[in-house]
């Protein structure tokens, strides 16, 4: 858990010093957390479904390292919002919702799938992109 925590913040942090929009870091962000998910699909598992048999003191530091990483996240989204990009009252209950959606590819993803990692990617952002933009949010049922 520590281990890719660890590697998912340094990546995710390579991604925010890149000088991108909002959006454009969004979509890096996205692609670099499934990605990963599905390079590492056992251990993200693990780390993503085991934390609760953590000790104590371990659960605490491993909280901590996630929370550094889903600042990551919400750091993007309030820059999204300061700028105009992104049509959203709540950064940090979003970047939960982005995170866990993403995270679940570990859960169900398996090798030799029909479709490939940047389909799924491609997936996965146009959906969250949809919330984020604001499309749809005005609609009216006929």
């Known amino acids: 858990m520590d281990y890719t925590l660890t ?5 995710l942090r390579e991604v925010e010093k890149n000088e991108m929009d909002a959006v454009k870091k969004l979509q890096k962000a996205i692609e670099t957390h499934i990605v990963y998910h599905i390079s590492n699909l056992n251990m993200t598992y693990v780390t993503d479904s085991e934390i609760r048999s953590l ?3 371990n659960y605490k530091d491993i909280i901590k390292k996630r929370k550094k990483y889903e600042n990551l996240f919400i750091k993007i989204l309030d820059e999204g ?3 105009g990009q992104f049509d959203i009252k709540d950064s ?4 939960y919702a982005i995170l866990h959606m993403c995270t679940g590819v570990s859960y169900w993803y398996k090798e030799g799938e029909s ?5 799924i990617v491609d997936i ?3 959906f969250a ?3 984020l ?3 749809g949010c005005n609609r009216t049922e006929t």
């Open 7 to 11: 590697e998912l913040t340094f990546r």
């Open 55 to 57: 000790t104590n003191e």
């Open 81 to 83: 919002i300061k700028t």
């Open 92 to 95: 940090k209950r979003t970047t």
């Open 115 to 119: 479709l490939g990692v940047e389909d």
């Open 124 to 126: 996965y952002s146009k």
């Open 129 to 131: 992109y949809g919330g």
């Open 133 to 135: 933009l604001g499309l």
